[in-house]
């Protein structure tokens, strides 16, 4: 759109417009926050998994032991 509008405000109808746009590189202390999340993800899943297990496990072991 941008482009149309230079090429008749010019009168130049090969006028071309190009644009770059080149991100900066993550800095120490995001790439830091990142790994944090991930590794806290990994505890928090990992304190959950844990206990459901073994409830289930004890489970098994009472309707056994009552049966």
Same mark, same amino acid.
């Given at each position: 759109?941008?482009?149309?509008?230079?090429?008749?405000?010019?009168?130049?109808?090969?006028?071309?417009?190009?644009? =770059?746009?080149?991100?900066?590189?993550?800095?120490?202390?995001?790439?830091? =926050?990142?790994?944090?999340?991930?590794?806290g993800t990994i505890i928090?899943?990992?304190?959950?998994?844990?206990p459901l297990i073994?409830?289930?496990?004890?489970?098994?072991?009472?309707?056994?032991?009552?049966?």
């Amino acid at each position: 759109m941008y482009e149309s509008i230079l090429k008749v405000a010019t009168g130049d109808p090969e006028f071309e417009f190009k644009t =770059r746009n080149t991100p900066m590189p993550l800095t120490y202390m995001i790439g830091r =926050r990142v790994n944090t999340a991930n590794a806290g993800t990994i505890i928090f899943m990992t304190g959950v998994a844990f206990p459901l297990i073994i409830t289930q496990i004890i489970s098994y072991l009472v309707v056994e032991r009552i049966t």
